[in-house]
Structure formats: structure tokens, C-alpha cells
């Protein structure tokens, strides 16, 4: 019993260092902390592999994936989008080791290039970055949707329902009250998010094997039907585009880029992760290897049980996955299975959320949006901040009313959450690569060595080339109603930031009082830790909140603090 109690002690201690070790982390970039770290390294990597959702989402994307290069583009393609993602992924978390902030990339950029331009540049980045996650979180919202009312077409394939736009509107509102709603209530006690994601993390893992399996015994024992060839499913070469050869190969790439967006979750959410220097680089990198291997192998799976080429990709459901379920495995099991996607799409939807407010706090934080001191606060009775929370809700809901007008808008809306992201990904580590590596800040555990700067140029290279052409059309010479409208999306976005930054962020952005102060803690700290480490296991450091103007550290009076409002000393 003293040995177990004895282990039990080393094992709280332990936590307890750790616990201040990540506060003072936090303390060096110049932020308190606020939010519990509730999440371990296992749940973190459930929420960020759910965010990603690469198999179902090269499912839904299937029809495209076959119109743009057809199988060669969607496997071999798909391996060159993973080698460069996973670039992307170790070169964010290389910097996101050093500086461990849920602001991420904005605020790489601005410590890598602490200049008026590299303020500017920070302010845009964090603008297209939470654009990105917002219109990802909808989009999210928009294919539980269609998955929803495609699931009652199967059953009643007269109902017209599923094409008027108020009902999609009605269902996608009750979507998004009910993600928002539920990240609202599930942080009031530390457990619950994590093991919600825990469960959804599992679900999914699941549901890959149980709708592999399914497809794969349906293909192989009914009567009637039989598996495509190897040579079509690994060399057959499709283009229904009406783009030149060498072009569509590179809009092939688009799904499977698509389908590895937004691993920059956790980024976003370190500021609820143990040990973030240590676990954060390593779950960005994991998530997008777990990704690329389920992905992979359930396009595998799917090309091989296509019975009809030409249903899937323009089926009664106007959803090719549900087209090819409901082709192999029949209306009952097929409506089984989706249903239970569905559901796990819905707990997507809500790591989706979690995410995206965390980096709308994170902004507000540093005064980037209208009203950020309303906005930056966290609700101490549901301990989320909840403000930034129905922002958010409120903003995706405001596009559904597109439903009822403008549906080429509002998809355009939804496919612009990867050209966010992937600029968002380019500008910090362009950043790095033009700041130089010995910028970085010290303190990082994950560090990439040799390996950097050609990670750094890969993933520069990448995200450039798929921005283009993640803007083109999806035939040459299109009519008006086909157009790509990503870029008006985008380029509206951009004239709200602009005009935002003019009228009062470039003001307020990282300048407030409570902004300053921080940065002057952090190049303070800093600049102590390259000189005397004070990380110790034996003497803990402790973050103490004092009032504004008292100037110490190490309890003594220290007259180049600048008043920072905050305190830092050894345990004795």
C-alpha cells in the first residue's frame, strides 16, 4: 500500500510540474492560460483524425475524383498529395513546438517577422485561417444534409423535398444548433469532450472496416455482380472534364487534398493538450498518416466495387458513395450503414466546431475581429468560451439562407475552406523560409534538423500549385451556372479583412494594452530562458497572476517587465 501510494504521489507531482511547465510555456508566448488541459495525446489524435475524415470524404468526392484523372489520379495522385502534406504537417509542427499558441500560424508569422508588414501579414493569415475553418465547419454542416435527405430519396425516390431549398435550410440549422449547442455543454465537466471524441475516433475506425467489409463480401458473393480489373482500378485513366491531360492531372489532386485539410486542429486546440511542445507535432504528423492509409485503402476498396461507372457519377441520390453503397449492398443495409455515417458525421461536425472556435477565441484574443473584447472571454460557469462559440454558429447559419437563392454561391462558399487552409498552411512556413530557421524561437522539442528547409520548400511549392488550380472552373469555357465562384468568395473575405484592418485592427491587432504587455512578457522571457533556463523537475516554475504594474520575476524587483500584469518565481 506505501509503494502504491509512494507511485501515486510521483505520478500527481509529476503532473503538477508538467501542468506548470505548459503554463509557463504558454506565459512565454505571452497568454495566460484559461482553458483546462482536458485532453490527453489519444483523445487529441481521435478529434484531429475525425476532423480530417479522409475516407469518407474521398468517398464523397468520388464522382469528381473519377471525372479528373478517374483511378490514376485518385490512388497514384493522392500518394503525392500525402508526401507533401506530410511536409506541410512536420513543418507546422516543428513551429507550433516552439510557439504553442491556438492562434497558430497568424502568430508564427508575427513572432517570425516582428514588423509592421509582418503584423499585417499575421492579421491576414488569422483571417483566411478562421475563414477557413469556418466555411470548413459548414460545409460539414451542408454534407450531413444532403446525406440526411439523400437517405430519404433512397426510400422515396418520387419525394421532391430534398431539392427545395427551405427544407435543406431548415435541416441544415438544426445541424449546426445542435454541434454548437453541444460543444457548449459538453466542456462543463473536464471528461466529456474527450471521451466524445474518444468514442467518435473509434466509431470511425469502425465504420471504415464494417463498410469495406460490406462492400467487399456484397461485390463477392451476389449473384450478378463481379470486381472491376486491377488495370482499371490501378492504371485506368478517365477525363471528363474537357481539360488537357496535363491539367487535370493536377485538379485530380484536388480531392485528395481536400480529404487531408485541416490537420491543423490541433494546433488550434494545443492550448488543451499536456506537453504540447512534445504531443502536438507528433499527432499532426499521425493524423495525416492515419488519414492517408485509411483513405487509400477504402479507394481501393470502392473502385473495385463499381458496378456502374456511369450511376456513380451521376446517380438518382446525387450522392455517388450512397449511389455505389446502394448499387452493391442493397436499400436496407446500405440505408443502415450511411445511417450510422451520418451519425458519426454529426460528432465530426462537432470536433469541427470545437476546433474553430478555439482559433475564433484565439483571434479575439489578440483584438483581430469587431467586438474581441466581448468575444475573447471564456464563460466561467461552462469553462469554453462559449461567446466565440455561437459566433461562429451564428455566421454558418447565416449562409444556409443562400439555400433558399443561391445555391451556386453557397457551394462556392463551401469549397473554399480548403483554398483557406492550404494558403493559411504556405504563409508561415514562406515565412520561415524567408525569416531564416535560426528565427525559430527556442524551446521546441520537435525539430526537423536537415530535414527542414526541404519540408519548408515542398510545402511552400505545394500549397501554391494547388491554390491555382483549386480556383479553376471544372471545364474550360464554362456557362455562368458552372463557373468556380470560390474566388469572388474569397476575394470578398479578403475586403472585409482589408476593411476591418483600416477602420480599426490595424490599431488594435496585437497592439491593444493587454496584447502589448504580453509580447513584452514573452520577448522578456525568452530572452531569460536563452540566458538561464528555469525549467527544472526538482523546482517547478509557477505562473502567478498579480496586478498590473508589479515588475518581478524570480520574486525579485525586476524593472524591465514593463509591468506585464504577470509573475514568475522557483518553488523554494
Not at 505571452?30 to 469518407?56: C, N, Q, Y
Not at 508526401?83 to 516552439?98: F, K, P, V
Not at 460545409?139 to 430519396?153: C, D, I, N, P, R
Not at 485530380?252 to 481536400?258: E, M, R
Request: net charge neutral; proline share 5%; glycine share 10%.
Amino acid at each position: 500500500m506505501d509503494i502504491e501510494a509512494d507511485q501515486d504521489n510521483k505520478s500527481d507531482r509529476k503532473n503538477s510540474v508538467q501542468s506548470v511547465n505548459d503554463a509557463h510555456d504558454l506565459a512565454i508566448l505571452g497568454h495566460v492560460e484559461e482553458l483546462t488541459r482536458k485532453f490527453d495525446p489519444w483523445s487529441m489524435l481521435a478529434l484531429a483524425f475525425s476532423i480530417l475524415g479522409t475516407w469518407s470524404t474521398l468517398a464523397v468526392g468520388l464522382s469528381s475524383g473519377l471525372a479528373n484523372g478517374g483511378p490514376v489520379s485518385i490512388l497514384w495522385g493522392f500518394i503525392v498529395v500525402f508526401i507533401c502534406n506530410i511536409c506541410i504537417a512536420l513543418s507546422l509542427g516543428e513551429l507550433c513546438s516552439a510557439m504553442p499558441t491556438a492562434l497558430g500560424q497568424a502568430y508564427y508569422i508575427h513572432r517570425l517577422f516582428d514588423t509592421p508588414i509582418g503584423r499585417f501579414s499575421s492579421y491576414m493569415c488569422a483571417w483566411i485561417n478562421t475563414f477557413g475553418w469556418w466555411t470548413l465547419t459548414a460545409s460539414q454542416a451542408a454534407f450531413m444534409t444532403e446525406f440526411m435527405l439523400g437517405m430519404k430519396v433512397m426510400f422515396d425516390t418520387e419525394w421532391s423535398g430534398a431539392g427545395k431549398g427551405w427544407v435543406q435550410f431548415l435541416v441544415y440549422l438544426g445541424v449546426i444548433l445542435a454541434f454548437t449547442a453541444a460543444n457548449v455543454v459538453a466542456c462543463r465537466k473536464d471528461k466529456i469532450l474527450p471521451i466524445f471524441n474518444d468514442v467518435i475516433g473509434l466509431w470511425y475506425i469502425a465504420l471504415f472496416f464494417m463498410i469495406s467489409l460490406a462492400l467487399l463480401i456484397s461485390v463477392g458473393t451476389r449473384d450478378g455482380m463481379s470486381f472491376q480489373p486491377a488495370s482499371f482500378v490501378f492504371g485506368g485513366w478517365l477525363n471528363g472534364t474537357g481539360w488537357p491531360t496535363g491539367v487535370v492531372w493536377f485538379t485530380g489532386l484536388l480531392q485528395g487534398a481536400y480529404a487531408l485539410t485541416a490537420f491543423d486542429a490541433v494546433i488550434h486546440m494545443i492550448e488543451e493538450l499536456p506537453e504540447p511542445r512534445k504531443n502536438a507535432p507528433r499527432i499532426a504528423w499521425l493524423a495525416v498518416s492515419l488519414g492517408a492509409a485509411t483513405g487509400w485503402i477504402f479507394m481501393v476498396v470502392c473502385l473495385f466495387c463499381i458496378q456502374d461507372l456511369e450511376t456513380v457519377i451521376d446517380g438518382p441520390t446525387g450522392l455517388p458513395f450512397s449511389d455505389l453503397v446502394l448499387q452493391t449492398i442493397g436499400r436496407t443495409g446500405s440505408c443502415v450503414l450511411l445511417s450510422l455515417l451520418v451519425v458519426n458525421g454529426l460528432g465530426q461536425a462537432v470536433s469541427m466546431a470545437t476546433t474553430g472556435s478555439r482559433l475564433t477565441w484565439g483571434f479575439a484574443r489578440d483584438a483581430g475581429i469587431p467586438w474581441s473584447g466581448y468575444f475573447s472571454k471564456v464563460d466561467p460557469f461552462w469553462k469554453v468560451p462559449a461567446r466565440a462559440l455561437w459566433l461562429q454558429g451564428a455566421l454558418i447559419a447565416l449562409v444556409g439562407i443562400l439555400y433558399l437563392f443561391a445555391n451556386t454561391v453557397l457551394e462556392a462558399i463551401f469549397s473554399v475552406a480548403t483554398i483557406a487552409l492550404t494558403i493559411s498552411y504556405g504563409m508561415p512556413i514562406l515565412a520561415l523560409v524567408l525569416a531564416g530557421r535560426d528565427k525559430l524561437p527556442p524551446g521546441g522539442t520537435f525539430k526537423l534538423g536537415k530535414l527542414g528547409p526541404l519540408c519548408n520548400w515542398v510545402s511552400v511549392i505545394y500549397c501554391s500549385i494547388t491554390t491555382v488550380f483549386f480556383f479553376f472552373p471544372g471545364e474550360p469555357n464554362p456557362a455562368p451556372a458552372d463557373m468556380n465562384y470560390a474566388i469572388a468568395v474569397f476575394g470578398v473575405m479578403l475586403v472585409i479583412s482589408l476593411a476591418f484592418w483600416v477602420i480599426k485592427a490595424r490599431r488594435t491587432y496585437l497592439k491593444s494594452d493587454d496584447a502589448a504587455m504580453r509580447i513584452e512578457l514573452a520577448r522578456e522571457l525568452e530572452q531569460r530562458e536563452l540566458v538561464n533556463p528555469i525549467i527544472e523537475t526538482q523546482k517547478p516554475v509557477v505562473i502567478l497572476s498579480v496586478p498590473a504594474g508589479v515588475r518581478s520575476i524570480g520574486g525579485e524587483q525586476d524593472p524591465g517587465m514593463a509591468g506585464s500584469g504577470l509573475m514568475r518565481r522557483r518553488e523554494k
